[in-house]
Each structure stands twice: as C-alpha cells, then as structure tokens.
T-cell receptor, first 112, second 115 residues
C-alpha cells in the first residue's frame, strides 16, 4: 500500500544552518509526484515544492530543494540558510489513486 | 483575490447541534477535497469531489455529508456534533488528481470546537 513516512517528529536547528527533513515513500506506481507543504503556527497549508518521479533533476524553489533518491524511495526536503520564519510543521505527500497520501509531519523549530 | 476560501474560520458549538462549513475556490479546478486535521496535526482525507461527483468517500461517520452545488463550491454539513468532531477542517482544490503534478491548494481552515 502507498505510504509516506516522516521519521522526525521534531527538529531544532540553529538559525542560518541548513536543515534536511526526511521523507520516505512506498509505492508500486511508476508515475507519481511528491510534494512538500509547510504549515506555520497560523495554520494555513502552503505548497513548497514538487518532484515528479520521471524528473531527472532535483527540484529547487528558492531556498528549498528536494533531494530525490528514487532507488531509495526518499524525497528529503533541504532548506538552506534557515530563518526564524521557517519554524513550522512540514508535511511530505505523494499522489496516489486520485488523492494525496500524507506523512505525519515534522515540527521544525529554528533557534536564534 | 483568495484562491480557496472557507467560512467560518472559527466555529464553537454545543454537542448535538448541526453545523455547516462552506468552501469556494476561484482557481477553475475540477476537484475539491475536505480534510480533517486532529490535535496531533495528522491530515485525514474525508471526501473528494470531481465536477460535482463524489470520487473519494473515506470511512467517515454518515453524520458528515458533503454537498457540491457546482464545481467551485464544496460544503460540509455535520449533524449531531460530537466532542470528537473538534478539529481543524480544511478544504482544498486541485486540477485533475490523476495527473502526477496536481498540487492541492488549501483554504485557511475552519477550527471547530464542540463543547
């Protein structure tokens, strides 16, 4: 069955450091997409970045990049030069059967 | 202009009452969703509609009934509210979910508190 695993319930990172949030997935589909969303304390869900299973290059969006390792079925989110405003919940998701399968999330706290 | 809007943002009500949450999207998407986010932040899909047709109906008590008058609107009606219904409810929309890249755009959420 399709599944998303985020093994880090919480992380503390010093401001300006890079941070990697882990995400592994399980699917038998050949074509699939992987997504990362951010949920700050204000509650809204913000789409960050997308990686397609056939994309040859890792996706990047500003300070966000996705370390996609297809053989290992991992899609880790890398945030460079972290900022205080990056403190939030981060969710990894994968599309399957006309819906998104969601991970349990990682709570990231950036320390000044 | 807000892409996906929900009303109300907060809803506080007594057990046993019936309430509705409204959702509208102006993105021209064909598919809309309702999610429940519990206190541990876990997101659970409840329903999905594509062009006013129900395509996903997860194991949800039948006290919850979605209604889609047109493809830009998906409302959620909840009968006989229970304490366990307290959560944040998110509406979302996307293009064809059969596409690999069909990111979902979320509304601001409705925080429901049942007393």
């Amino acid at each position: 069955a399709q599944k998303i695993t985020q093994t880090q319930p919480g992380m503390f990172v010093q401001e300006k450091e890079a941070v990697t949030l882990d995400c592994t997935y399980d699917t038998s589909d050949q074509s699939y997409g992987l997504f990362w969303y951010k949920q700050p304390s204000s509650g809204e869900m913000i789409f960050l970045i997308y990686q397609g299973s056939y994309d040859e290059q890792n996706a990047t969006e500003g300070r966000y990049s996705l370390n996609f390792q297809k053989a290992r079925k991992s899609a880790n989110l890398v945030i460079s030069a972290s900022q205080l405003g990056d403190s939030a919940m981060y969710f990894c998701a994968m599309n399957s059967n006309y819906q998104l399968i969601w991970g349990a999330g990682t709570k990231l706290i950036i320390k000044p | 202009d807000t892409a996906v809007s929900q009303t109300p943002k907060y809803l506080v009500t007594q057990m046993g009452n019936d309430k509705s949450i409204k959702c509208e999207q102006n993105l021209g998407h064909d598919t809309m969703y309702w999610y429940k986010q519990d206190s541990k932040k876990f997101l659970k899909i409840m329903f999905s509609y594509n062009n006013k047709e129900l395509i996903i109906n997860e194991t949800v008590p039948n006290r919850f009934s979605p209604k889609s008058p047109d493809k830009a609107h998906l409302n959620l009606h909840i009968n006989s509210l229970e304490l366990g219904d307290s959560a944040v409810y998110f509406c979302a929309s996307s293009q064809d979910p059969g596409l690999a890249r069909a990111e979902q755009f979320f509304g601001p959420g409705t925080r429901l508190t049942v007393l």
